[in-house]
């Protein structure tokens, strides 16, 4: 299984951009690299998910250079209701499992 | 659609019981997934169900079950309860892994075990 590292924890201010880089050296060639978010005592919620170059959506970007072994999701001026744990995972080949690592604790402060 | 419902929301055991949590996957979603995460061990993968069947387990011992039914709804029963087993437990559902893709997963809300 290919494992994650990212940061325990970012603080950052509201309207700010935020990038939260996670590596994963060993990601398999078949792999997506997914983010979650998540709120206290509440299930983690999907963001976004990509195999390569940009994938963007209505709430964030994410960013993988050609070589794979990391990933930077993107939030553009973030708000206060953005303080949550994020998670990058990086699929497992051909199930649905999650492998979820500790997460980074994003703090945003007005 | 109504979303990955999970009952009970909270529940107070105590050591040596067991216990069934329940999940109800959005409709039409037939993989469902359990979680368990606590403090110190963050989110942790317990096992899937697709179609009725176990597909992938994680490494939890025995006294973690779980089951799926022809409607794919899920149950998961720990038995022997100790206290470490306190913990928030998670179900997600999906459509299903189709050759590598990875699809979304919905999680509910969990449900909240205590163990005293």
């Known amino acids: 299984l290919a494992k994650t590292t990212q940061p325990i924890s970012m603080d950052s201010y509201e309207g700010q951009e935020v990038n939260i880089t996670c590596s994963h050296n060993?990601?398999?060639?078949?792999?997506?690299i997914t983010w979650y978010q998540q709120f206290p005592s509440q299930g983690p919620r999907f963001i976004i998910q990509?195999?390569?170059t940009k994938v963007t959506n209505e709430v964030a970007s994410l960013f993988i250079p050609a070589d794979r072994k990391s990933s930077t999701l993107s939030l553009p001026r973030v708000s206060l209701s953005d303080t949550a744990v994020y998670y990058c995972?990086?699929?497992?080949?051909?199930?649905?499992?999650?492998?979820f690592g500790k997460g980074t604790m994003l703090l945003v402060s007005p | 659609k109504a979303g990955v419902t999970q009952t009970p929301r909270y529940l107070i055991k105590t050591r040596g019981q067991q216990v069934t949590l329940s999940c109800s996957p959005i409709?039409?979603?037939?993989?469902v997934s359990w979680y368990q995460q606590t403090p110190g061990q963050g989110l942790q993968f317990l096992f899937e169900?697709?179609?009725?069947?176990?597909?992938n387990k994680g490494n939890f011992p025995g006294r973690f079950s779980g089951r799926q039914f022809s409607n794919s709804r899920s149950e998961m029963n720990v038995s022997t309860l100790e206290l470490g087993d306190s913990a928030l437990y998670l179900c997600?559902?999906?459509?299903?892994?189709?050759?590598?893709?990875?699809?979304?997963?919905?999680f509910g809300p969990g449900t909240r075990l205590t163990v005293t």
């Open positions: 997600a559902s999906s459509l299903g892994a189709s050759g590598a893709r990875q699809y979304e997963q919905y």
């Open positions: 060993n990601i398999a060639t078949n792999d997506y």
């Open positions: 990509g195999y390569k």
């Open positions: 995972l990086v699929g497992d080949k051909g199930y649905s499992t999650l492998t």
């Open positions: 409709s039409g979603h037939r993989s």
């Open positions: 169900y697709f179609s009725e069947t176990q597909r």
